[in-house]
């Protein structure tokens, strides 16, 4: 669905790609709930047009104020949405449009657009230039955070930029290292800006009390872990000590492994000190040491890929457990980007070595697996070489029928 905005008509038009056996696909009749949101508010009540055929046009008689389009409202049709909307209508949704999910869409849209920005800003190697939508998209967040309106769950949401699979699926080929500093730097621009906000509201958001598990309570701990999440991107001096104090004094699992993982981003001695310890803690426990296990997978450890390949020798690493496996394999390929999609290739090296292993075992575990590969037409020619050789590699081993099959599909034999 497009939508296009002139001086005073709206024009909505569909397109369904076709599918096998339907070469040509007949329109659908999509209701579009929409509506114009101004500088200070909505100009207007929701409208409901249904768009029959291949495209439709109504008036609108505000082309004299400056206005955006909030459309597809409250789910009004399953359609993917592309419009000629630009940065100043995302900034203007993200502050006045009622919605929650549009108004969060939006900030996702623009985040999107600037971390492809600076995901080609890094790949030349230039420093990432502030600009006028990069300062209203953290100060539009910022005013987020300090709105009343919205709930602490909404507010966790949309503190939440995408992620680097995101903005790679958003670009025609990128270097996915660059597009996850390309994350850590809008990130610290967002903290940077709402720096004293996110220390007031973490503070404020901290309960000793027992531990809840209803909405308003989870509600609670995900905005108070974001904010200093985001705190921890700038390396705020006030970010390590609420970290080890939180992790020390977690009564819940969510607190807990949150600071951990923050800890694991502030760096130091003090990362390996908390992992040795929450091990020890958990140790008896297989379903968190699955979740310790996915931690250290995403650690941009030190010493690189061996780091990970040691876990495998770990005294509580079973690779006959489809669960540890998935846990540290892939976790590894999931959330490990930088030794992942190492220049070296040894990140896909180890993971094939892995995939095959499981394959002896669990060929559908191993299978779904190596469905990570399939990112591979996204990457940067260097990377898609080296993933195009590991499937090679794979398909050369005379590996399961699962396995084969995802494969040559992945590869596009």
């Given amino acids: 669905m497009q939508t296009q905005l002139g001086a005073d008509v709206i024009t909505f038009q569909q397109k369904t790609p076709p599918t096998p056996g339907q070469p040509n696909k007949k329109p659908l009749p999509l209701p579009i709930k929409w ?16 768009l029959k055929g291949e495209k439709t046009s109504v008036s609108l008689p505000l082309s004299e104020q400056s206005y955006s389009l909030s459309v597809l409202q409250d789910f009004s049709a399953p359609a993917i949405l592309h419009t000629d909307q630009n940065s100043d209508d995302a900034l203007r949704l993200m502050a006045n449009d009622p919605n929650a999910f549009n108004r969060w869409e939006a900030g996702q849209a623009l985040a999107r657009k600037l971390m492809g920005e600076i995901t080609k800003s890094i790949e030349s190697g230039e ?24 709930d602490n769950n909404f507010k966790a949401l949309a503190l939440t930029i995408p992620s680097n699979m995101e903005v790679l699926q958003s670009l025609p080929h990128a270097d996915p290292i660059a597009a996850t500093l390309a994350g850590d730097w809008l990130n610290r621009a967002v903290a940077d800006e709402a720096q004293a906000d996110l220390i007031d509201a973490y503070h404020a958001l901290k309960d000793d009390g027992p531990f809840s598990p209803d ?13 200093l999440s985001l705190l921890a991107s700038r390396q705020d001096a006030v970010a390590a000590p609420l970290a080890i104090s939180q992790f020390h004094e977690a009564t819940n699992m969510t607190d807990e492994l949150s600071a951990l993982l923050i800890l694991d981003k502030l760096g130091g001695r003090r990362v390996d000190e908390s992992m040795e310890s929450f091990y020890a803690k958990w140790k008896d426990n297989p379903l968190v040491i699955d979740k310790w296990f996915a931690v250290q997978a ?3 450890h030190p010493g690189g890929v061996e780091a990970i390949r040691k876990l495998t020798q770990h005294e509580a690493f079973d690779a006959r457990n489809p669960n540890r496996v998935r846990a540290l394999v892939g976790g590894f390929a999931m959330s490990n980007p930088h030794l992942f999609h190492a220049p070296s290739g040894a990140g896909y090296e180890f993971f094939t070595e892995q995939v095959l292993e499981m394959d002896s075992r669990n060929p559908s575990v191993a299978a779904r697996l190596l469905g990570v590969y399939e990112i591979w037409r996204k990457l940067d020619v260097q990377r898609q070489d080296q993933i195009k050789a590991q499937l090679r590699k794979v398909i050369k081993s005379k590996p399961s029928k699962n396995v084969l099959e995802i494969a040559s599909k992945t590869l596009g034999n």
């Fill in 127 to 150: 420093t990432p230039a502030p600009n006028p939508a990069l300062r209203g998209y953290a100060q539009a967040l910022k005013a987020t955070l300090l709105d009343n309106n919205f």
């Fill in 298 to 300: 995403g650690r941009k």
């Fill in 35 to 50: 509506q114009a949101i101004g500088d200070d508010g909505p100009l207007m009540e929701p409208q409901l047009t249904v």
């Fill in 215 to 227: 909405a308003k309570a989870a509600g609670r701990r995900a905005l108070k872990n974001r904010c």
